[in-house]
C-alpha cells in the first residue's frame, strides 16, 4: 500500500541497478540505484534524453533483463533472479509494447496466429474467441485476422503489437516509445487507444518516452532520468508546469512553443555512463551548480506537493 495516496502498490523497484561489462575493466553503468513504485491502474511515466537508461529500466522491471542488484517486487512478490521457468506465471501478467511494430510480428505468419500464439502457449481456451475480441478491442475489424503484418499501415501495426501484449490479460504494460515511431495524426489515436484501454480494463502501465507533449497526455506521474538514475519523480501537471530539478527544466524549456524563443541549449555533452561523474551526476552542466554538487550526491527526497526530487537546490 502507497503510504502517500493509499493505492495498492502493483509494481516496486528497490535500489536497482544494472550494468554492463565491456572489458578491460570498463563497466557501462545503465541503471544506478532507481527506486520506484508503480500502483494499480495508474499510468508512470519515464522520461529522459536518449541513452539516459530508460529502456533498460523499463525491461529490467518485467523481467526482460536481470539486474546487477537490487530487486523487484510485483504484488508483494521478487521477481527479480527468477529463472525462466519461475518467471512463466508471472509473464501473463505483464507485458511489453514496443517500439518498432515492424519487427515485433513474425512476417510468415498472418497477424490471428501471432494473436493466439501466447494463447496457445499458457494453455488458454477459446483462442478464436479471444483473438476476435482483443482485435475489437483495438479498434480493427475481426476480418483482418487472415492478413499478414506487411498488408497493414504503422498505426495499425501498432494496435496489433498492444492487442498481442493485451492477450493474457495482463496488469502492467511497459510501452517503451509507442508513438514515436507515427505520423503526428495517428499518435494521438494511439494516445487515445491507451487512454480508453485503461478506462476499461484497468490495466497499469509504463510509458518510456522522451516527447514531453505526448507524456502531459498518457501519465498520471512522471519519473525524470539523467545518466541512470531518476532526479524527479511526482505528479504529473506538478512535474511538468513546475519543475523543481534543472534538468527536468532544462527538457521543457527545449520544446518548441509559439509564445516564446527557445532560451540557450544546455552546456556540455552528456557524460558517458562508463565514467559518470561523480556528485550529482548533472552537475557539469547545471547552471546552477556550486562546489557541493561536485563532490555529494543528492538523493531522491521529497520536496513537497507529493514529489521527491534528487537535487541540493531544487528550483
Known amino acids: 500500500m502507497c503510504p502517500v495516496c493509499g493505492m495498492s502498490v502493483l509494481l516496486e523497484a528497490r535500489n536497482l541497478e544494472k550494468s554492463y561489462r565491456l572489458g578491460r575493466g570498463r563497466v ?28 533498460t529500466l523499463g525491461r529490467t522491471l518485467i523481467g526482460l533483463t536481470q539486474p546487477t542488484s537490487g530487486k523487484v517486487l510485483f504484488d508483494g512478490q521478487e521477481i527479480s533472479g527468477l529463472s525462466d521457468r519461475a518467471m512463466r506465471p508471472w509473464r501473463a501478467r505483464m507485458q511489453m509494447v514496443f517500439q518498432d511494430s515492424s519487427a ?7 497477424v490471428g496466429e501471432s494473436l493466439a500464439e501466447p494463447l496457445r502457449i499458457h494453455r488458454r481456451h477459446g483462442v478464436r474467441e479471444r483473438v476476435a475480441e482483443l482485435l475489437d478491442q483495438v479498434g480493427l475489424s475481426q476480418s483482418v485476422a487472415g492478413r499478414f503484418p506487411h498488408e497493414f499501415s504503422g498505426g495499425q501495426r501498432q494496435r496489433l503489437n498492444i492487442a498481442r501484449a493485451l492477450a493474457l490479460g495482463p496488469e502492467l504494460l511497459v510501452a517503451d516509445e509507442p508513438v514515436s515511431a507515427l505520423d503526428v495524426s495517428v499518435q494521438a489515436q494511439i494516445v487515445n487507444l491507451f487512454g480508453d484501454l485503461r478506462a476499461s480494463l ?6 518510456i518516452s522522451h516527447d514531453l507533449s505526448v507524456v502531459r497526455q498518457m501519465a498520471d506521474r512522471i519519473a525524470v532520468m539523467y545518466l541512470g538514475s531518476i532526479v524527479e519523480e511526482g505528479n504529473g501537471l506538478n512535474v511538468l508546469d513546475r519543475p523543481a530539478h534543472p534538468y527536468t527544466k532544462a527538457l521543457l524549456d527545449a520544446v518548441p512553443r509559439p509564445d516564446r524563443a527557445l532560451p540557450p541549449p544546455l552546456q556540455g555533452d552528456v557524460p558517458s555512463p562508463v565514467n559518470p561523474p ?32 534528487a537535487c541540493h537546490y531544487p528550483l
Open 278 to 309: 561523480s556528485g550529482c551526476r548533472f552537475h557539469t552542466r547545471c547552471p546552477i551548480a556550486q562546489p557541493r554538487c561536485a563532490t555529494e550526491r543528492p538523493v531522491l527526497q521529497p520536496s513537497g506537493e507529493g514529489r521527491q526530487v
Open 104 to 110: 515485433a510480428f513474425n512476417p510468415r505468419r498472418t
Open 28 to 55: 557501462l553503468h545503465a541503471v544506478s540505484g532507481v527506486s520506484l513504485q508503480v500502483r494499480k491502474g495508474e499510468a508512470l511515466a519515464l522520461v529522459g534524453e536518449s541513452g539516459c537508461g530508460k529502456s
Open 202 to 207: 484497468g490495466v497499469a502501465c509504463i510509458f
